[in-house]
């Protein structure tokens, strides 16, 4: 499935502001002197030992670089051999420890990502617990000085010929030990701001394209990598899942299910999980668990339902001697790696009776799919106190009173089968971020962000999953005013308006359906004349009207899903359509739309919902599509 919403974007809200830095002279901004001052005396250096890791330089060079556009001073970043750091320098990773400006005590309390930042004395000082809390650390330094980051491509940088870092002594650890998103790179291969928003990184997961497995990261389901059918298929059946036909997975279907009572199958996986770690050994998440898909893809052998509580029904057990078993091995070797695993499904959803998860096994729990008699369903766009969502808020409650230490959480906040409709992801989220932090849930992945308020969602959930007692409606106000510029009040308006449909109305959505019910043509017309103003506010600036546009489509986009002339179900005038009609496909064209959800192109998508046929692979280079953006009244009416 190919799964692409975005090209990377050109135009920069940041770029604005680079403007000083090239009228600038050699001397300063605007021909004054440029000075950064550390604690009263100047800033010259920032330095890194000769040992320095490659997040450690990075963490380097990016403070070096802010600093020069806030400024337009040039730093050097030089190298340390001695414990000695001069004056007027601050001292970035391992070399803040070795020159004693901060102490393994003051590191110890603060978590594996967790920083410590030291100005006094005309010297500075950054580290981290490991190297990547250094360059989280290094971004704090930079917001404590003024420079705000909102969105990839939405920064404000203050302009100073003068900058004065004053005395500072903070301790920084993050709620949550995990604060991954699932997928982005592959959604949105564009975005490459994970630490700049206090996320776990990629390269802090292991990769499993180290193994020669295929596919678009998908680290969330191991078995297919770990024991890949291609590879073992044609002479180990036996390590693959028994059918209820008494038949072994023969590679079609829900992917990866193992007999996991196989033990030659156990040693071969194990055996090529050490070898994904020895290659990657930096990172510090490796995944271990089930193939996707419902308790019926599971291996029905006797030996395999032996482990079961509830013989093919709940398989927890199964599964944990199964990756306790890889865990243990990693152990042995590699000690401070943590394994991943998932409650996934009616078949994991319940915790085990009998084998319970080793200290270094994290359980991601996921609340969804769990189709057993008397649950009601799930719901996406609102909390875990929502009626359909109680069966999930009782599995982890029971979950965390048998094992505490234990647990993830995985979480679904975007619509997978309809992108852009709009799905009231965010304040769900922010209700189960509530209960999570309330209840010792030490790690969270997003199963990639919504398609709606992309951005806000990234910058609100950075802020929780440090700080889970952050202002929401605050950050909200302050992200609207910098990435909507004039048209912030407007969008604050629908964004609103939207959640209060949903509230009011009490809609419950679903990650993996259509949820049609939320946009009807009075929402439409309501939403759309929001958007009218909010495109008037800013049509001066391409930036933020592109971002206002962007929004504006997902109502566009979903208004001409449910009501057009192939469904004969207009509830407008067909002229009134065929204008949103060319601008959504205007909208769409500038952003190189190539998908919409559930394996549906963009291109088959505007076959569906109207009598126009797109020759071209790529739809928007088609000649049809510049036409019907000009006139798309004629196109309606042939």
């Known amino acids: 499935m190919k799964h692409l919403l975005f090209k990377p974007r050109t135009e920069y809200f940041a770029v604005l502001l680079l403007c000083f830095l090239l009228a600038s002279c050699a001397n300063g901004i605007g021909g004054k002197e440029s000075k950064i001052s550390l604690n009263g005396d100047e800033l ?5 030992s000769a040992t320095a890791s490659y997040r450690e330089k990075f963490a380097a060079e990016e403070l070096a670089s802010y600093l020069n556009k806030i400024t337009g001073k040039e730093l050097s970043v030089i190298t340390v051999d001695s414990s000695m750091v001069p004056d007027g320098t601050i001292a970035i990773g ?3 420890v070795s020159s004693g400006m901060i102490s393994r005590e003051e590191l110890g309390p603060i978590g594996e990502d967790g920083f410590v930042i030291n100005i006094a004395d005309n010297k500075g000082a950054i580290c981290g617990w490991r190297d990547l809390g250094t360059v989280y650390g290094v971004y704090e330094l930079l917001k404590q000085v003024g420079v705000k980051f909102y969105a990839e491509d939405c920064e404000i940088i203050p302009s100073k010929s003068k900058l004065k870092i004053p005395e500072l002594h903070l301790a920084i650890k993050p709620h949550y030990e995990l604060r991954s998103i699932f997928k982005m790179d592959v959604y949105y291969p564009e975005f490459h701001s994970y630490l700049k928003f206090g ?4 390269d802090d997961l292991g990769y499993h394209g180290d193994l020669g497995a295929p596919g678009g990261r998908n680290w969330v389901h191991s078995a297919s990598y770990l024991i890949p059918f291609r590879k073992f298929g044609k002479d180990h059946p036996e390590y693959f899942a028994l059918n209820n036909n008494g038949q072994r997975y023969s590679g079609t279907g829900s992917p990866g299910h193992l007999c996991l009572s196989n033990m030659e199958m156990r ?3 194990a055996e090529r999980l050490l070898l994904l770690v020895e290659q990657q050994k930096e990172r510090s998440y490796f995944v271990v668990t089930q193939g996707d898909g419902g308790p019926t893809n599971w291996c029905q052998c006797d030996e395999c339902k032996a482990f079961d509580s509830k013989p093919s029904v709940h398989m927890t057990d199964r599964l944990m001697d199964y990756v306790n078993y890889n865990a243990r091995k ?3 070797k590699f000690p401070e790696k943590k394994i991943l695993t998932l409650a996934y499904t009616s078949a994991t959803a319940s915790p085990p009776v009998r084998v319970a998860p080793d200290s270094n096994v994290m359980v991601m729990y996921c609340p969804l799919h769990r189709p057993e008699p008397n649950y009601d369903g799930e719901c996406h766009s609102h909390g875990l106190d929502c009626i359909n969502n109680l069966w999930a808020k009782k599995d982890i409650e029971n979950w965390l009173s048998l094992y505490p230490n ?3 959480i995985f979480d679904y906040p975007r619509n997978y089968f309809r992108w852009y409709q709009p ?10 971020m509530d209960y999570y932090s309330s209840n010792n849930i030490r790690g969270i992945t997003f199963c990639v962000v919504p398609a709606n308020f992309r951005d806000l969602f990234i910058y609100v959930m950075g802020h929780l999953l440090w700080e889970p007692d952050s ?3 605050a950050l909200i106000d302050e992200f609207m005013s910098a990435y909507y510029g004039a048209a912030a009040t407007s969008i604050r308006e629908y964004f609103d308006f939207m959640y209060n449909e949903i509230d009011v109305r009490d809609i419950h959505q679903h990650s993996e359906k259509s949820n049609p019910e939320l946009v009807t043509p009075e929402f439409s017309a309501s939403a759309l004349k929001i958007f009218e103003r909010a495109q008037k506010a800013v049509a001066d600036d391409s930036v933020l009207l592109s971002r206002v546009e962007f929004e504006k489509f997902s109502v566009l986009w979903a208004d001409i899903d449910q009501r057009n002339i192939m469904k004969n179900n207009l509830s407008i005038d067909l002229s009134v359509h065929a204008k949103r009609f060319g601008e959504m496909v205007r909208i769409a064209k500038k952003h190189k739309m190539i998908n919409v959800g559930g394996r549906i192109t963009f291109k088959d998508w505007i076959h569906q919902v109207s009598p126009i046929r797109l020759q071209n692979e790529l739809w928007y280079n088609d000649p049809a599509v510049d036409i019907l953006i000009d006139k798309p009244e004629n196109l309606f009416l042939l």
């Open 44 to 48: 010259t250096t920032i330095a890194v």
């Open 94 to 96: 391992e070399l803040s």
């Open 199 to 202: 996320y776990t990184p990629n």
């Open 267 to 269: 040693e071969t996986g």
């Open 330 to 332: 990693v152990t042995e």
């Open 406 to 408: 234990n647990m993830y």
């Open 423 to 432: 799905f009231g992801g965010f304040y769900a989220m922010v209700d189960k």
């Open 471 to 473: 202002n929401v409606e």
